[in-house]
């Protein structure tokens, strides 16, 4: 904020179909160049709504705190920041009765009080999240150096039936990253940098899923942009090395897992091309490489995955995946029509997902990390219209299209193709900013291109959401209003990439057929206010 100002926001809503409340306030200030900012945020929600009922237990809370203090000086800035992240999650291990209701542990069906009530009951996760950052930016003659450190401790507990844990991750990751700015010359705009990352986690719980590891990185990149009157070129490399080593354990006098020891490193390349033909009309290419390390727990996981219904294994003898895409846009800018259209290809070796093969533990169904080469491709498209300034017809479109390579057969969970409409009016009113009505269309098209061995089609559906909005003013202050729905039509649907809808494991108790959330309806307020104005 400006030298000498103190300001803030306030934001909250409520949202009809899980009573989600959500409250959000925040303070900054600058005086002196010593600027700082904090902010705290609550949510909490009951158990969802599909059209045909409540899922029980699905609802969370989730408390956040925030914080920067810094200095902003002619030599740069020098900004600490600090977060908490704390997040409980309902879970539900379903169970029937004849007629095909949920029933809680004692047999017996959920009253509305139990589905409404915002006190989870067990199963749930608690999710803990703290970091620690100090960001750098030294201006050091023409260039400047951007320094970044870091700490972050994720806890993960699941707790079963009490306050203590029965599966308790953490994990402790320490970053560095360094980049230097070589001046502008010439047109000419060179970065070199590094980063670094440490990690270290441990088990502390009675139950497991991922192994205890230690994971080392490190990077190192050169970066060079060039800028014509009209067109810019780049070109970059970058050198990664990564360890894994996993820990191995004993539960029961069974070994669970296994050590392992991994180092893998690549180098990577990106160019990109842009040309402006007019004012109006550009055009943009890039063609790279990408790597991507297997993590620890594709590479030694063994148990079961609470709210994803399966038991996943990992495979220490995973490769990295390699990537090799290319992509290109064409974009114009009008008084009257925006219009864009890009498509792209990416080729990935060693591909890594998780896929089942028929194999049951405890009625679960096993998914085991593999690799195969693939190869997505697409298209995205954009029309917005304004004949008149007051009005907006937004259209935009995506499709990927995913192919398992090795097997010649569909990737599987890809998102379906979608296109989305949404008429925006603007009007002009005395004494009210930027009010508007919109109304939107949603349409996923039917994702038949799936892994018929572990997944199933999914039909199309089109989803109903629109929104109403302004700014008020009380006094000098404003206060900005808005009500959204989304789903208001109350369709019954399933997405592509749902974990609960019915598919091939319909032969065991774990056919949950649950619907995508009902119809919902969100009224908000944001009150942007100053306490002290700048000097």
Request: net charge negative; no cysteine.
């Given at each position: 904020v400006p030298e000498g100002e103190i300001s803030g926001e306030l934001l909250t809503n409520y949202s009809s179909n899980n009573g989600l409340t959500s409250s959000s306030v925040m303070l900054t200030g600058n005086q002196n160049g010593i600027v700082w900012r904090g902010r705290g945020t609550y949510k909490n929600a009951y158990s969802f709504k599909t059209p045909t009922g409540?899922?029980?237990?699905?609802?969370?809370n989730e408390t956040d705190f925030s914080g920067m203090l810094g200095l902003n000086k002619s030599w740069g800035y020098s900004h600490l920041n600090f977060s908490s992240f704390r997040n409980n999650i309902g879970f539900y291990e379903p169970s029937f009765d004849d007629q095909g209701n949920y029933t809680n542990e004692d047999g017996g069906l959920f009253t509305k009080d139990d589905l409404k009530n915002r006190s989870l009951m067990y199963p749930k996760q608690d999710i803990r999240h703290y970091k620690i950052s100090l960001n750098n930016n030294f201006i050091i003659g023409s260039g400047n150096l951007k320094l970044d450190l870091g700490f972050q401790k994720n806890q993960r507990r699941e707790l079963e039936d009490g306050p203590d844990p029965s599966l308790f991750f953490n994990l402790d990751t320490y970053t560095g990253d360094a980049r230097y700015y070589i001046g502008r010359k010439n047109g000419w705009e060179p970065v070199f940098g590094v980063s670094t990352e440490i990690g270290h986690s441990e088990n502390r719980g009675e139950e497991f899923l991922i192994p205890a590891y230690d994971t080392y990185g490190i990077g190192t990149f050169a970066y060079l942009k060039k800028n014509w009157e009209r067109s810019t070129f780049n070109v970059g490399v970058r050198y990664d090395f990564r360890k894994n080593v996993g820990k191995s354990l004993i539960a029961?006098?069974?070994?669970?897992?296994?050590?392992?020891?991994?180092?893998?490193?690549?180098?990577?390349?990106?160019?990109?091309?842009?040309h402006e033909f007019t004012e109006r009309l550009n055009f943009k290419a890039n063609a790279g490489s990408a790597f991507r390390a297997p993590n620890p727990a594709e590479l030694g996981s063994n148990g079961e995955h609470e709210g994803t219904f399966r038991y996943e294994i990992g495979n220490p003898d995973l490769q990295p995946e390699r990537s090799y895409q290319i992509d290109a846009e064409l974009a114009y800018d009008g008084d009257i029509i925006n219009a864009s259209a890009s498509i792209y290809n990416n080729y990935i070796h060693d591909f890594i997902y998780a896929a089942h093969h028929g194999e049951f533990i405890d009625d679960l169904p096993v998914y085991n990390y593999g690799q195969v080469n693939a190869n997505l491709y697409g298209a995205e498209a954009s029309l917005i219209l304004h004949p008149v300034h007051f009005i907006h017809f937004e259209n935009t479109f995506g499709y990927t299209h995913a192919q398992n390579t090795s097997m010649d057969k569909p990737l599987s969970f890809i998102p379906a193709g979608v296109l989305r409409n949404e008429l925006r009016y603007e009007p002009e009113i005395r004494?009210?900013?930027?009010?508007?009505?919109?109304?939107?269309?949603?349409?996923?098209?039917?994702?038949?291109?799936?892994?018929?061995?572990?997944?199933?089609?999914?039909?199309?559906?089109?989803?109903?959401?629109a929104s109403v909005g302004a700014t008020f003013f009380a006094g000098k202050q404003p206060i900005k209003v808005y009500i959204s729905g989304n789903n208001l039509l109350n369709k019954k649907y399933y997405d592509a990439l749902s974990r609960y809808k019915p598919g091939r494991l319909d032969q065991t108790d774990l056919s949950l057929g649950i619907y995508n959330p009902g119809r919902n309806i969100t009224f908000g307020v944001y009150v942007p206010f100053i306490l002290k104005h700048s000097s």
């Open positions: 409540y899922f029980p237990n699905s609802g969370f029961d006098g069974e070994p669970l897992f296994e050590a392992f020891h991994n180092q893998f490193s690549n180098i990577s390349g990106a160019l990109g091309f842009t004494h009210v900013q930027e009010p508007f009505v919109s109304v939107g269309i949603a349409n996923y098209f039917k994702q038949n291109r799936v892994d018929e061995d572990f997944e199933t089609p999914t039909a199309g559906y089109t989803l109903l959401n």
